[in-house]
């Protein structure tokens, strides 16, 4: 496939059954306490406003510490939250034909968030515990970029080298996700509201003030996330949550992929299973490769959002296959790259 941002993936027939559509891609702490230090807690014999301030600004010089405050902030607001009363109302867009869900209605919809969840004092979103899931993972991808904002140039930002522009290099899903799930919106919108009051007074405020970051995260989640799965050798395997690998969802897919992805511990490793011209694309697979082509093709349509035009599929439907330009570099059976 030509467009190497096309997208990303975990398998997931299991993901649309335990999760019915829904698209929040977390971090492996999902479920447990969420977040790295406890930095809630008061430090013991601590009576001095000033000196908690300056914990607290100590705190945040570093992802793991802001990270945990912003959990923290997340969690405590979480607490207030009460269930809506009565049935959902649909959202406006929920009401409309596939095709009527332009990126400008799209946009208009986001505008009337920005403007609903302006007051200060509007009454708390509630979020759903995979919704809160979601706020969690995008707090991270935040810190991530506020630390980049804050930096000079050049500096790495823990593993991965995680970097914002290339978070937005990837494929952008959103009206494409929306179109196919219209119900997911008004989840996008909740949690909006949610973080732009949670995050009042902190340091990411200036990424709420205007929805741009949550929807750029959110752009890229739907296709572009791998799903964790436990470790289980025998029977069937549970998924623990999902994690964006910046470098690893530029991986194409094909249906005779060259590259196999394993999980070791919290990493993922890319592992070549034969030789590899020079020039050849790396692929992985996104779906199960044993289904038939037009399973394999339906799957890729519904949750990648692209017809798969590999060798493979044109072969079985009796295609000519098409020759895309070669990248510069071969890769041999067996070589890896480990992105953690
Ligand atoms: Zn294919």
């Given at each position: 496939?030509?467009?190497?941002r096309?997208?990303q993936?975990s398998s997931?027939?299991?993901f ?6 829904t698209?929040s891609?977390?971090?492996?702490n999902?479920?447990?306490t969420?977040?790295?230090?406890d ?6 014999g ?5 000196r908690?301030?300056?914990m607290r600004?100590?705190?945040e010089?570093?992802?793991e510490g ?11 607001l979480a ?6 009363k009565g049935?959902?109302?649909p959202h406006?867009v ?7 869900i332009?990126?400008?209605?799209h946009a208009l919809?986001?505008?009337?968030a920005?403007?609903?969840y302006a007051?200060?004092g ?6 759903d515990?995979?919704?809160?899931d979601?706020?969690r993972f995008?707090?991270t991808a935040m810190?991530r970029?506020y630390?980049?904002?804050?930096n000079?140039p050049g ?15 990837l ?5 494409l996700?929306i179109?196919?799930r219209?119900y997911m919106l008004?989840?996008?919108?909740r949690?909006?509201?949610?973080l ?8 990411l405020q ?7 970051t949550?929807?750029a ?11 964790l799965?436990?470790?289980a050798?025998t029977?069937?395997?549970e998924m623990?949550?999902w ?10 897919h094909?249906?005779?992929?060259n590259?196999?992805?394993e999980?070791?511990k ?5 592992r ?10 790396l692929c992985?697979n996104y ?9 394999r093709r ?6 990648w959002y ?10 079985e ?6 020759v ?14 480990v992105?953690?």
């Open positions: 496939m030509a467009d190497a096309r997208t993936p997931s027939r299991n649309e059954k335990k999760f019915a559509g698209v891609p977390t971090l492996l999902r479920g447990g969420h977040g790295t230090s930095t809630s807690k008061k430090p013991p601590c009576g001095s406003a000033q908690i301030a300056g600004g100590a705190v010089q570093n992802t802001l990270m945990g405050l912003m959990y923290a902030a997340i969690d405590k607490r207030s939250m009460k269930p809506p049935p959902h109302t406006f929920e009401t409309m034909r596939p095709a009527d332009t990126p400008e209605v919809a986001w505008r009337a920005e403007k609903q007051h200060r509007s009454t708390t979103v509630y979020l515990e995979l919704e809160l979601t706020a995008i707090i810190v970029r630390f980049e904002d804050k000079p500096v790495t930002h823990g593993p991965g080298g995680l970097s914002w522009p290339a978070l937005l290099e494929q952008n899903n959103e009206v996700h179109r196919s219209p008004d989840s996008h919108l949690i909006y509201g949610f732009r009051k949670a995050l009042t007074s902190t340091v200036p990424y709420v003030e205007t929805s741009e949550v929807r995260i959110l752009a890229r989640d739907q296709g572009n996330v791998f799903g799965w436990d470790m050798t029977g069937d395997s623990l949550g994690s964006m690998y910046l470098s690893g969802s530029y991986f194409n094909d249906c005779s992929p590259v196999r992805k999980r070791v919290q990493a993922l490793c890319f070549t299973t034969r030789d590899v011209e020079a020039g050849e694309e992985i779906i199960d490769v044993t289904d038939p082509v037009a399973t339906k799957e890729l349509s519904r949750n692209f017809e798969c035009a590999c060798k493979r599929c044109h072969e439907l009796g295609i000519e296959p098409v895309d330009t070669p990248p510069p570099n071969g890769h041999l059976a067996g070589e890896a790259e992105l953690s």
